[in-house]
């Protein structure tokens, strides 16, 4: 009989023979806030774009989830394998939930614990580890999304202050933040600042009319003469590498992640089918359909081996970015495929928000694209193996 939580699809390769007691009991702590408390409003959330993101960070904040790979300063300091395994039930119910913990903890508060000052980390962290604070990471811009080298928010020095000026686009939970991290172009190069919302010149707004994501805050935020002390700089962050580490944390948290979206959407048609009449026999006793759902259920059994064994690597310290490159570009490729596939299976209450499919579609479809591209991250895997860069 499955245990702690385990689904039936999840028995086919026995995977949790890889995970730890503790693993498997914080799995299934989550996964049950996650089926009691997020479950029987997310469609509701998905179809109105409203999601009451400032209590939900509260309460996972409660259960210890935000930052929670994160040490001191209110962070628990768990395992990488740990962490994954929260993303991927998080987005077991939808990508935009898990965002909100991989966000909050691998962009804005790593940013603040990797590259801030004490002061910084005593400022901000214990808040945004309880979800009293939120935080934004902002680095995409209108026009620079691949190319985060190319970007015209510029900072410059006024005495003992700086001045920022740009905007920034594509940003989760910009309009609802307490602090705003944002990078920008500098004489010395691409610099880091902690700056809070309130500052004059700062203004947000939530971006809306998205077909995906929705059960997320998506906003744009311009930054006006924004004023803000030196103390205010990351003062371990400098060049491009800085905001780039911080996206190789939270690509980690994809590669988990998606395979919670896959195993749901494979769960969900797994019952329909089951019940689910054509010409007087289950939808499932045919051979089309158990075809379709072994390959899915193949796909997804190695692309949560593939996750193991990069939490395994990261928590040993041996990873490196281009294996998160083949596991983001893996994982979330294949859980879209499998979202796809499930959708043919359920007909047309595939396209409904009585089924979790084509909400995790959608999901998917942004999933696939932020954090770096397919394109991207085959150009990075492609750079490891040739030795010859096809960026520019």
């Given at each position: 009989?499955?245990?702690?939580?385990?689904?039936?699809?999840?028995?086919?390769?026995?995977?949790?023979?890889?995970?730890?007691?503790?693993?498997?009991?914080?799995?299934?702590?989550?996964?049950?806030?996650?089926?009691?408390?997020?479950?029987p409003h997310v469609a509701e959330w998905f179809e109105?774009?409203?999601?009451?993101?400032?209590?939900?960070?509260?309460?996972?904040?409660?259960?210890?989830?935000?930052?929670?790979?994160?040490?001191?300063?209110?962070?628990?300091?768990?395992?990488?394998?740990?962490?994954?395994?929260?993303?991927?039930?998080?987005?077991?119910?939808?990508?935009?939930?898990?965002?909100?913990?991989?966000?909050?903890?691998?962009?804005?508060?790593f940013a603040i614990h990797h590259w801030g000052s004490?002061?910084?980390?005593?400022?901000?962290?214990?808040?945004?580890?309880?979800?009293?604070?939120?935080?934004?990471?902002?680095?995409?811009?209108?026009?620079?999304?691949?190319?985060?080298?190319?970007?015209?928010?510029?900072?410059?020095?006024?005495?003992?202050?700086?001045?920022?000026?740009?905007?920034?686009?594509?940003?989760?939970?910009?309009?609802?933040?307490?602090?705003?991290?944002?990078?920008?172009?500098?004489?010395?190069?691409?610099?880091?600042?902690?700056?809070?919302?309130?500052?004059?010149g700062f203004s947000a707004r939530e971006m809306t009319?998205?077909?995906?994501?929705?059960?997320?805050?998506?906003?744009?935020?311009?930054?006006?003469?924004?004023?803000?002390?030196?103390?205010?700089?990351?003062?371990?962050?400098?060049?491009?590498?800085?905001?780039?580490?911080?996206?190789?944390?939270?690509?980690?948290?994809?590669?988990?992640?998606?395979?919670?979206?896959?195993?749901?959407?494979?769960?969900?048609?797994?019952?329909?089918?089951?019940?689910?009449?054509?010409?007087?026999?289950?939808?499932?006793?045919?051979?089309?359909?158990?075809?379709?759902?072994?390959?899915?259920?193949?796909?997804?059994?190695?692309?949560?081996?593939?996750?193991?064994?990069?939490?395994?690597?990261?928590?040993?310290?041996?990873?490196?970015?281009?294996?998160?490159?083949?596991?983001?570009?893996?994982?979330?490729?294949?859980?879209?495929?499998?979202?796809?596939?499930?959708?043919?299976?359920?007909?047309?209450?595939?396209?409904?928000?009585?089924?979790?499919?084509?909400?995790?579609?959608?999901?998917?479809?942004?999933?696939?694209?932020?954090?770096?591209?397919?394109?991207?991250?085959?150009?990075?895997?492609?750079?490891?193996?040739?030795?010859?860069?096809?960026?520019?």
């Amino acid at each position: 009989m499955p245990t702690h939580g385990t689904s039936t699809v999840e028995t086919l390769l026995d995977l949790d023979s890889l995970l730890s007691t503790e693993d498997l009991e914080l799995r299934s702590m989550v996964r049950q806030f996650g089926e009691q408390r997020l479950r029987p409003h997310v469609a509701e959330w998905f179809e109105s774009g409203v999601v009451p993101v400032r209590d939900l960070a509260v309460e996972i904040g409660k259960l210890g989830l935000l930052g929670m790979h994160l040490t001191g300063y209110g962070c628990s300091g768990s395992s990488a394998t740990a962490y994954g395994l929260v993303c991927q039930e998080m987005e077991a119910v939808d990508s935009g939930l898990r965002s909100l913990v991989s966000v909050q903890g691998s962009l804005a508060m790593f940013a603040i614990h990797h590259w801030g000052s004490e002061e910084q980390r005593e400022q901000w962290l214990p808040g945004m580890a309880a979800g009293e604070l939120i935080g934004c990471f902002g680095l995409t811009e209108p026009d620079f999304g691949s190319n985060p080298g190319g970007m015209r928010t510029t900072a410059k020095r006024d005495g003992s202050d700086w001045i920022l000026n740009g905007s920034k686009m594509w940003i989760t939970n910009a309009s609802i933040a307490d602090v705003a991290i944002v990078w920008a172009r500098a004489e010395e190069g691409v610099l880091g600042f902690a700056v809070p919302t309130s500052t004059s010149g700062f203004s947000a707004r939530e971006m809306t009319h998205k077909m995906s994501l929705r059960a997320s805050v998506t906003s744009e935020f311009s930054l006006d003469d924004v004023r803000v002390p030196d103390a205010a700089k990351l003062p371990g962050a400098r060049g491009l590498s800085g905001p780039l580490a911080c996206l190789s944390e939270a690509r980690f948290g994809i590669v988990f992640g998606a395979v919670g979206a896959a195993r749901d959407c494979l769960e969900a048609t797994l019952a329909y089918v089951g019940t689910r009449e054509v010409f007087d026999k289950p939808l499932a006793g045919y051979q089309l359909s158990q075809a379709k759902i072994a390959d899915m259920a193949v796909e997804l059994g190695k692309a949560q081996l593939l996750a193991l064994h990069l939490g395994k690597l990261k928590d040993e310290g041996r990873i490196r970015p281009e294996q998160v490159s083949v596991g983001k570009l893996n994982n979330v490729r294949e859980a879209l495929r499998i979202a796809r596939q499930c959708r043919t299976l359920l007909g047309a209450n595939g396209i409904t928000l009585e089924y979790p499919v084509i909400r995790h579609a959608n999901n998917l479809e942004s999933v696939l694209t932020y954090e770096g591209t397919s394109e991207v991250h085959q150009l990075v895997i492609g750079e490891a193996l040739t030795g010859v860069s096809a960026f520019r």
